[in-house]
């Protein structure tokens, strides 16, 4: 539970994915291409939340959402969403945060291994081809020069960053969009990640590990820091992280308490986390997403 002294009151709402015969629509709640911080908490099980992503970042390319999929339920039906005085069992439900400035810090804790290619042959999220050559033959030259505790970690886990700015001269962590590598075939050479990916976009193979993700998200904070101190924050990060992930508990909450004094925090761990990189929408995994508030309304 959060309780906050706010500017105006919040917009709560209730939105759910309604299927029809040509596909489906979201019903409950219009975003109006307002400035103001949306916080959304979806229900994984029945709400397409990358769906909704895709649209407001073609159509209202200005809405900020923050937030994560509940994690908790293992089937539609079984997850308890509470909005106002009505408990739901399914869709997202959000609040708009009406008049407040606030900050959007989303931390992916990966680092880009080799260079960066440009997909050349793809379909869908299967990719055939790194500037003309097969993405696993690409990758076998970069993990021969690593060394042998990076040659691990790609092993652990590989992961694909796609480039947000392709306009970007030099590229570098924060940069990329992070996917997860989610299968491969060693007759052709391809691989498949976990989003889809059009011919001409640049990547560049990422890993992840404890000592990253710590480097990130203080990275990221200072960084932020540096724009005005905030008064209070929210965090959503990822219950893949925690001590699954770090030597001990709490270390992205200490983080932000002791890197931004000791402001007040709540949050949770999340199934997936919602932020915003590069002015776009997206849902992520092993993240910690932020919403940092400033003291004066907007």
């Known amino acids: 539970m959060w309780l906050g002294v706010l500017p105006q ?3 709560t709402f209730h939105v759910e994915f309604l299927r029809t015969p040509s596909g489906g629509l979201f019903g409950g709640y ?14 994984p099980h029945t709400f397409p939340t990358h769906l ?24 539609p039906g079984r997850a308890t969403l509470f909005c106002d005085d009505k408990v739901l ?3 997202a439900v959000g609040a708009r945060l ?11 804790g990966c680092r880009p ?41 790609v092993s652990r886990g590989l992961h694909l960053g796609l480039a947000i700015d392709e306009y970007k001269s030099e590229l570098a962590r924060g940069d990329f969009l992070i996917r997860a590598v989610t299968g491969a075939d060693e007759a052709t050479g391809a691989i498949r990640v976990g989003d889809l990916v059009d011919i001409g976009t640049t990547v560049q193979f990422q890993v992840r590990d404890a000592m990253t993700a ?22 959503f990060t990822c219950n893949g992280r925690g001590t699954r992930m770090f030597d001990g508990p709490d270390h992205d909450a200490d983080m932000i308490s002791d890197l931004l004094d000791d402001i007040p925090l709540a949050g949770f761990f999340a199934a997936g986390e919602l932020g915003s990189v590069g002015g776009k929408n997206f849902v992520h995994g092993f993240t910690a997403s932020i919403a940092l508030f400033d003291h004066d309304p907007r």
């Open 98 to 108: 009406v008049g407040l400035r606030a900050r959007s810090v989303v931390s992916q």
């Open 30 to 43: 219009r975003f109006d291409h307002s400035q103001d911080l949306h916080l959304m908490l979806p229900d």
């Open 214 to 235: 710590d480097q990130d998200l203080r990275e990221s904070l200072l960084h932020a820091r540096a724009d005005g101190m905030p008064v209070g924050a929210l965090l």
């Open 89 to 91: 069992p399914s869709g």
């Open 113 to 153: 291994i080799g260079d960066p290619y440009t997909v050349t042959a793809a379909e869908g999220s299967i990719i055939t081809a790194l500037a003309g050559r097969p993405p696993l033959r690409r990758l076998e030259e970069i993990v021969t020069s690593l060394s042998g505790p990076e040659q691990g970690l």
């Open 52 to 75: 909704l992503f895709s649209h407001l970042n073609s159509q209202d390319s200005g809405t900020t959402i923050i937030g994560g999929l509940a994690s908790g339920a293992t089937e």
């Open 9 to 11: 009151p919040p917009e």
